[in-house]
C-alpha cells in the first residue's frame, strides 16, 4: 500500500489520520485496513498521543471496503456500488479457489471487525470528522468513534442491504445502541442515505458543522481533549463502553475499580489540588 493513502500527522499531541483515496470516496482496500489498524494500536500505547481524529480526503469520508484491491467476503464491506464484488461473486469460473465453511466468518472476525474493535479499545479518544459520505463499514467505522463530527455535505447509509448482504464491521452491535432497535432496523432494511442533519436528531452525531469548518472544529475539540486528563478519559471510555453490556452490579464494580486505577494518577491528584488551590489544572496525560 502506498503511505499516501493513510496519511498520519501528529500535531500537539493529537494523532490525525486521513484516508486518502478520493477517487474512490476513500473505499477500504484491506492494506489501508491493517494499517489503520497498526496506527490506533500506537495511538492506543503512546503516552505521548492524547487523542485522535480520523477523518478523509475528498467527497468521502469511507464508502466501505473497496474489493477491487482484495480477495475474500471479510473484505467484501458495503462500498460506493462502482464495480465492488461482493461475497456471491466469488469461486466459480474466475480463476479462484473455492470457499470453504468457516472462511467468511474468519476474514469478517479479522477484517472489518479487528478494525472496528480497534477504534472502540484505543484508550485515547477518538474523533470522527466526517467529510463526506459514510457508507457500509464506513459508516460503523465512523460510528465506533467516541464523537462525530460532521459535515453539512456528508450522508450515512446503511448500503448493505442494496446488495443483498448482512451489516457487518459491527454494525448491528452498534446502531442499535445508539438510536434503539427500531430505529436501526429501519435503516439497515431500507437501506436510504442518512442526512448529516438527520444523523444529528437521531443521536448518530454529535455535531454538524459546515463543510469549510470541519477541520477547524475537529481540531478544537481534539486540542481540548489532549489538554484533559487521558487516563481518566479512557476509564472513561471503557466504562460508558461496557455499560450497556453489563448489569447494575457489574456496572457498578467496573465503575469503583475505575476510581481506584484512576486515583494513582498525576492527572487525578492534580485535578484535587487545583480544585483546593482555586487554580485551573494542567494535565499531563500521566
Known amino acids: 500500500?502506498?503511505?499516501?493513502?493513510?496519511?498520519?500527522?501528529?500535531?500537539?499531541?493529537?494523532?490525525?489520520?486521513?484516508?486518502?483515496?478520493?477517487?474512490?470516496?476513500?473505499a477500504l482496500t484491506p492494506a489501508q485496513r491493517d494499517r489503520l489498524i497498526q496506527l490506533f494500536g500506537e495511538a492506543s500505547a503512546d503516552p505521548d498521543i492524547r487523542a485522535v481524529v480520523l477523518t478523509g480526503t475528498g467527497r468521502g469520508f469511507c464508502a466501505g471496503a473497496d474489493l477491487r484491491g482484495g480477495t475474500g467476503a471479510g473484505e467484501r464491506g458495503a462500498g460506493d456500488g462502482s464495480g465492488q464484488r461482493t461475497a456471491g461473486e466469488q469461486g466459480s469460473g474466475d480463476g479462484r479457489a473455492e470457499r470453504v465453511a468457516g472462511d467468511v466468518a474468519r476474514m469478517i472476525r479479522e477484517g472489518a471487525q479487528r478494525l472496528v474493535a480497534a477504534v472502540l479499545d484505543c484508550e485515547k479518544p477518538v474523533i470522527a470528522a466526517v467529510n463526506g459520505t459514510a457508507a457500509g463499514l464506513g459508516a460503523h467505522l465512523a460510528l465506533a468513534c467516541d464523537l462525530?463530527?460532521?459535515?453539512?455535505?456528508?450522508?450515512?447509509?446503511?448500503?448493505?442491504?442494496?446488495?443483498?448482504l448482512v451489516p457487518d464491521g459491527g454494525g448491528a452491535y452498534l446502531l442499535p445502541r445508539l438510536v434503539g432497535p427500531q430505529r436501526a432496523k429501519e435503516l439497515m432494511f431500507f437501506g436510504d442515505a442518512l442526512s448529516a442533519t438527520d444523523a444529528e436528531r437521531l443521536g448518530l452525531v454529535n455535531r454538524v458543522v459546515p463543510d469549510g469548518e470541519l477541520d477547524k472544529t475537529?481540531?478544537?475539540?481534539?486540542?481540548?481533549?489532549?489538554?484533559?486528563?487521558?487516563?481518566?478519559?479512557?476509564?472513561?471510555?471503557?466504562l460508558v463502553n461496557a455499560s450497556l453490556d453489563s448489569d447494575r452490579a457489574t456496572a457498578f464494580a467496573a465503575e469503583a475499580t475505575a476510581q481506584e486505577i484512576n486515583m494513582t494518577t498525576a492527572d487525578a491528584q492534580e485535578g484535587v489540588a487545583s480544585f483546593v488551590e482555586r487554580r485551573s489544572p494542567e494535565y499531563r496525560g500521566r
Open 218 to 238: 475537529a481540531r478544537e475539540w481534539a486540542a481540548r481533549l489532549a489538554a484533559g486528563p487521558t487516563r481518566a478519559l479512557a476509564l472513561t471510555k471503557q
Open 1 to 26: 500500500m502506498p503511505v499516501s493513502e493513510v496519511l498520519h500527522v501528529v500535531d500537539g499531541q493529537v494523532a490525525y489520520l486521513t484516508l486518502n483515496r478520493p477517487e474512490a470516496l476513500n
Open 148 to 164: 462525530v463530527l460532521a459535515a453539512e455535505s456528508a450522508r450515512f447509509i446503511e448500503v448493505f442491504v442494496r446488495r443483498g
